[in-house]
């Protein structure tokens, strides 16, 4: 539907309310939202002051002992506790959108979507351990790109709102399935910001005007997008788009100025710890995580098989055993 609505593809949009049509959403009481009876209570949470509040949740604990081989589905059911439900909605609730804050406030809203999942994607490795992108988290990513599109095609501003609280009620459900993974900001900028194809045979000659081997000088785009469009695995192309757009939009932002890199009234205090360092150059440095990833297959890397589903969020998918099994 996405995709439909993006680029004006009627058929597509049918086909997307066709498949909704016939699901039954997991825990419909997380998506139950009436912004058209409630007020705005000041400026509320950040998408990514909710996450701090999932990761500090006690209630929320991911469940043990770990089963390397469940299914997502598997893993939702622990979810469905009352008081879980009751916990997730709680901080879902006090994400707030005031429908009628107009252009300004959906805009923030959906950018805050963007880098909450590109964070969640690309920043949620371990210390010491080899990279890993989970399948799951990468949907978020894919996903978020089609956002705008739809709200700029639905009229209803209390639709709009609810589309946006509902993205982060699947934000926090994939969060939690995948074991609580936690946001390492200062990780994800410890990946360079200059990916480049392996082997790269680029060399300028003494007439050009700086040099590709410069990271000053280099801009990585071109030669990712060149690789990608050739990936067999189509979620590669569509997390390379994601990132792409988010790095038009929103690469220039400075360090710390995210927004929700700080605790909203806690003067310094950062929602995840290492965000005051984060700049808009975390979208370049988790499309160069893709690539390397999952093969730069045009400059003679073949395709990893498939995306990581350890469920990365329990510390015992880290081991090295389990490791072992999904290189």
């Not at 984060?278 to 979208?283: A, N, R």
């Amino acid at each position: 539907m996405g995709y439909g609505v993006e680029f004006g593809d009627d058929t597509l949009v049918a086909t997307g309310l066709a498949q909704t049509a016939i699901h039954t959403p997991t825990l419909a009481e997380l998506y139950h939202h009436n912004f058209s009876s409630e007020q705005p209570r000041g400026p509320g949470d950040t998408i990514l002051e909710s996450l701090r509040k999932i990761y500090d949740s006690q209630i929320l604990q991911p469940v043990l002992p770990y089963d390397p081989n469940a299914l997502f589905s598997a893993r939702l059911r622990p979810l469905r506790e009352p008081q879980r439900v009751e916990e997730i909605r709680k901080i879902i609730n006090s994400f707030q959108i005031d429908p009628q804050g107009g252009e300004p406030e959906f805009a923030s809203k959906v950018e805050q979507a963007i880098w909450a999942s590109a964070l969640l994607m690309a920043g949620t490795g371990r210390k010491g351990k080899k990279p890993r992108l989970d399948f799951f988290l990468m949907h978020l990513v894919t996903s978020s790109i089609f956002l705008k599109p739809m709200i700029d095609v639905i009229t209803n501003p209390v639709h709009k709102a609810n589309l946006l609280r509902s993205f982060l009620s699947v934000i926090i459900l994939v969060v939690l399935a995948r074991g609580r993974p936690r946001i390492e900001p200062e990780l994800l900028m410890t990946y360079t910001a200059t990916p480049r194809p392996p082997a790269s045979a680029l060399k300028a000659s003494r007439s050009a005007v700086g040099s590709p081997t410069n990271d000053e000088d280099y801009n990585p785009w071109p030669a990712i997008l060149a690789d990608v469009i050739y990936h067999p695995d189509p979620h590669v192309i569509k997390t390379i788009r994601s990132l792409a757009y988010a790095a038009r939009e929103y690469g220039a932002t400075p360090a710390g100025e995210a927004i929700g890199a700080f605790i909203s009234g806690k003067e310094g205090v950062e929602s995840h710890k290492g965000m005051a360092v984060v700049d808009g150059t975390i979208f370049v440095r988790a499309a160069g995580m893709v690539m390397d990833y999952m093969g730069w297959v045009a400059n003679g890397q073949e395709a990893r098989p498939d995306w990581d589903r350890s469920a990365l969020g329990w510390d015992d998918a880290w081991a090295d055993e389990q490791e072992a099994k999904l290189w």
